[in-house]
């Protein structure tokens, strides 16, 4: 699960930004308020390194518990820059080919060979959500599979595979000619890093990226009951039962997204990843440049685990998780990068959160 959030980042990059942790609190408890959030919180990453970050309301409504910068949300969608970044790592080590179809490394699995398009699917395809390969969450399949399991399991976990196998087998457009946002798309292509490297996708994210760039605050979804999170509202209901538990399974994003999070280790994350500490800054372009370009939407387009905006000036990506919102946003221009937070769901715009964020105080 975890979608995206909308396609319309600020278009806007200031020149520079200038605010104090007062500063940004103020401005997040006057959003906080207007839009109804439990908590909400933010981290304001500036070139020099520099961090600023606050949160204001709760973390627990029922308990009174302040929400704080440190402890973890559910990314969400966030997770598939991750995703793409640990491919472009493999890319560079000469493991993995952009142009690698994906039925190298999975044709013959039999989830694989349903798939629409299956033969002439590459991995820039699956980086970029331009394989034609549609999702899961809306299909009838997949809604009637998580009333039975909730029914009968008191919660709702599927392996990546039959996720997959929930989309249509119909293409929605011919490979490489169009865009569809997928999770499903993510998923086949987390299997293909693990085939192509024999190792999970979690070790190799840690050991690649997360531990080399010290985002020890970041966790991974592999489990039922995640360790250090708070309470999220989804639709206005806690979320978390008294066991931890949640009643869509959070280990079931995996490669969809499938981290938890704080805005502060978003922004660290970008900063590594935009000043090559990841990736080399090849790659990164790569990364900005490809995907299919919509003629009828030159703003915008959709790269490999990126939005971006204005050939490149604004790149990010937001994420959904029940009973969670993030948003992160980098704006190549000032080498500043911003993220948000919220532990509620529902219509939320978090981009306007960003946007007071970035057009608040200057020097």
């Known amino acids: 699960m975890g979608k995206c959030l909308s396609i319309a980042l600020l278009a806007c990059c ?23 959030m439990p908590g909400l919180r933010a981290a304001v990453r500036f070139p020099d390194g520099r961090i600023v970050r606050a949160a204001t309301g709760l973390a627990d409504r029922e308990a009174n518990v302040a929400l704080d910068d440190t402890v973890r949300m559910p990314g969400g969608s966030t997770g598939k820059t991750f995703v793409a970044a640990l491919t472009m790592l493999l890319v560079e080590d000469g493991v993995l080919s952009l142009d690698d179809h994906a039925s190298k490394w999975v044709g013959g699995e039999r989830w694989f060979k349903r798939l629409p398009n299956d033969d002439e699917i590459r991995l820039r395809h699956l980086l970029s959500h331009s394989a034609g390969l549609g999702d899961y969450p809306s299909t009838t399949r997949y809604r009637m599979g998580s009333i039975v399991r909730a029914i009968r399991d008191g919660g709702i976990r599927f392996e990546p595979e039959e996720l997959i196998g929930f989309i249509n087998r119909r293409p929605l457009y011919p490979v490489g000619r169009g865009y569809a946002y997928t999770d499903a798309g993510y998923l086949v292509l987390g299997r293909v890093i693990e085939a192509a490297t024999g190792r999970t996708y979690y070790d190799l994210v840690r050991e690649r990226i997360l531990e080399p760039q010290g985002l020890d605050e970041i966790g991974l979804q592999d489990r039922s009951v995640l360790p250090n999170i708070t309470t999220g509202y989804m639709m206005g209901a806690r979320n978390l039962r008294k066991d931890g538990t949640m009643k869509i399974d959070p280990s079931s994003e995996w490669t969809g997204g499938g981290l938890t999070t704080n805005p502060t280790m978003l922004v660290k994350f970008y900063g590594a990843l ?16 490809s995907g299919w370009h919509n003629p009828e939407a030159p703003d915008w387009h959709y790269g ?37 937070q919220t532990n509620r769901d529902g219509r939320l715009d978090m981009q306007a959160v960003v946007t007071r964020i970035a057009s608040s105080t200057e020097p």
């Open 274 to 289: 935009t000043e090559g500490r990841i990736v080399k800054p090849e790659s990164l372009a790569t990364m900005l440049e």
């Open 14 to 36: 200031p020149s520079a930004l200038a605010l104090d942790q007062a500063e940004l609190a103020a401005l997040l408890e006057e959003a906080r308020v207007e839009m109804r």
């Open 304 to 340: 490999f685990g990126l939005f971006v905006y204005d050939g490149g000036e604004t790149f990010g990506h937001g994420g959904l998780w029940p009973g969670y919102r993030t948003h992160v946003t980098h704006y190549a221009s000032t080498g500043t990068t911003i993220a948000v």
